[in-house]
């Protein structure tokens, strides 16, 4: 086993005390294996994606459970050890690029230099390996002698993936790696992920709110809400047999190119604020299915098929309309 997170949470500290942004996630990756962190805005995804890395700000701090890297435990490693295994063992590629980008140091130096703390290799040998990468992301390797302020928006999002390739990592956890490219870019990227996959055995963790991208890219799925995951398992069991309203709600907010005039769903209400540990299932102020037991107990975890699992008090005594997903069917 690759990845192994058990029981995993993390609260940040406010001026109106902690907010607990990640509770009792549990999740398992291999080698080479692909996972697809979905759900909307704040529930907790890339909270999640940077409590992997020990990553957080100064205010976050993991407050329970074990992220075991090949065995190794994150949560209770060492600094010294810590740094070790940045960008050679497990790297990330952020969301914004803007500010994860250096403005005074040339793009290549700073590649180099990461892959340096990491490689016994020169200056020279990593500027060398630092352009291959770039152009294995779609990036001329004439372009490493420029500065993030040269590039544009798209082109700092493939430096930063070029940057969490460079030191060829087990496991690439993956922040919105293709919301600011253009169509054709973005078939890059996926193309690029699905390579290293296969030529390496990358694991992959992507976070995104493009459920159509990790159709294309992920073996598994986890769909996230109120910083717990709702629902996990193999992408077609989740994606075609889902069995928490909110999986269903996600998916039917999609637009169909199959059909176009199609309603969209839009939840009313809002998330749930976090400031306590939930006693009680998270969706249950906007579940349309909710009984008397979703606010009075939080709801287990019911297996429903292989590797299929669901957070859901109701996971076996409700139907849920099948929708057309807007696109042709996931990879996995």
Same mark, same amino acid.
């Not at 993991?62 to 490693?77: C, F, H, P, Y």
């Given at each position: 086993?690759?990845?192994?997170?058990?029981?995993?949470?993390? &609260?940040?500290?406010?001026?109106?005390?902690?907010?607990?942004?990640?509770?009792?996630?549990?999740?398992? $990756?291999?080698?080479?294996?692909?996972?697809?962190?979905?759900?909307?805005?704040?529930?907790?995804?890339?909270?999640?994606?940077?409590?992997?890395?020990?990553?957080?700000?100064?205010?976050?701090?993991?407050?329970?459970?074990?992220?075991?890297?090949?065995?190794?435990?994150?949560?209770?490693?060492?600094?010294?050890?810590?740094?070790?295994?940045?960008?050679?063992?497990?790297?990330?590629?952020?969301?914004?690029?803007?500010?994860?980008?250096?403005?005074?140091?040339?793009? #290549?130096?700073?590649?180099?230099?990461?892959?340096?703390?990491?490689?016994?290799? %020169?200056?020279?040998?990593?500027?060398? *390996?630092?352009?291959?990468?770039?152009?294995?992301?779609?990036?001329?390797?004439?372009?490493?002698?420029?500065?993030?302020?040269?590039? %544009?928006?798209?082109?700092?999002?493939?430096?930063?993936?070029? *940057? #969490?390739?460079?030191?060829?990592?087990?496991?690439?956890?993956?922040?919105?790696?293709?919301?600011?490219? /253009?169509?054709?870019?973005?078939?890059?990227?996926? /193309?690029?992920?699905?390579?290293?996959?296969?030529?390496?055995? $990358?694991? *992959?963790?992507?976070? %995104?709110?493009?459920?159509?991208?990790?159709?294309?890219?992920?073996?598994?799925?986890?769909?996230?809400?109120?910083?717990?995951?709702?629902?996990? #398992?193999?992408?077609?069991?989740?994606?075609?047999?889902?069995?928490?309203?909110?999986?269903?709600?996600?998916?039917? %907010?999609?637009?169909?190119?199959?059909?176009?005039?199609?309603?969209?769903?839009?939840?009313?209400?809002?998330?749930?604020?976090?400031?306590?540990?939930?006693? &009680?299932?998270?969706?249950?102020?906007?579940?349309?299915?909710?009984?008397?037991?979703?606010?009075?107990?939080?709801?287990?975890?019911?297996?429903?098929? &292989? #590797?299929?699992?669901?957070?859901?008090?109701?996971?076996?005594?409700?139907? *849920?309309?099948?929708?057309?997903?807007?696109? /042709?069917?996931? &990879?996995?």
């Amino acid at each position: 086993m690759l990845l192994d997170v058990e029981n995993l949470s993390v &609260a940040f500290a406010t001026d109106t005390g902690l907010l607990h942004a990640v509770n009792g996630v549990s999740l398992q $990756l291999e080698a080479g294996q692909s996972l697809g962190l979905v759900g909307e805005s704040g529930c907790g995804k890339s909270t999640l994606g940077f409590a992997l890395m020990r990553l957080l700000a100064e205010n976050g701090s993991i407050t329970g459970g074990a992220v075991r890297l090949s065995g190794e435990d994150i949560v209770r490693m060492s600094e010294e050890r810590l740094r070790a295994i940045r960008w050679d063992k497990i790297a990330m590629v952020f969301q914004n690029a803007m500010s994860a980008l250096s403005p005074v140091a040339r793009i #290549g130096d700073q590649i180099a230099n990461a892959m340096r703390l990491h490689k016994p290799v %020169s200056r020279e040998r990593a500027l060398e *390996l630092a352009g291959d990468t770039f152009e294995r992301v779609g990036v001329s390797r004439t372009r490493l002698q420029q500065y993030p302020h040269e590039f %544009s928006g798209g082109m700092k999002q493939r430096a930063m993936l070029a *940057l #969490g390739l460079v030191c060829g990592p087990q496991l690439l956890i993956a922040d919105e790696p293709t919301t600011a490219l /253009d169509v054709v870019a973005q078939r890059q990227v996926l /193309d690029l992920f699905r390579d290293l996959r296969r030529e390496r055995g $990358l694991a *992959l963790i992507m976070i %995104s709110h493009d459920i159509s991208a990790v159709s294309e890219i992920c073996d598994k799925v986890a769909v996230m809400y109120g910083g717990e995951i709702m629902e996990f #398992g193999p992408l077609r069991e989740v994606f075609f047999n889902y069995r928490h309203p909110y999986t269903w709600a996600l998916i039917n %907010s999609f637009p169909s190119l199959h059909q176009p005039l199609r309603e969209l769903v839009a939840l009313p209400g809002s998330p749930p604020a976090l400031a306590e540990p939930p006693t &009680a299932c998270p969706f249950v102020s906007r579940c349309p299915h909710a009984i008397g037991i979703c606010s009075a107990q939080r709801p287990p975890v019911v297996e429903v098929g &292989a #590797g299929h699992s669901v957070r859901c008090h109701r996971a076996d005594d409700i139907a *849920l309309a099948p929708v057309d997903r807007g696109f /042709d069917g996931p &990879a996995g």
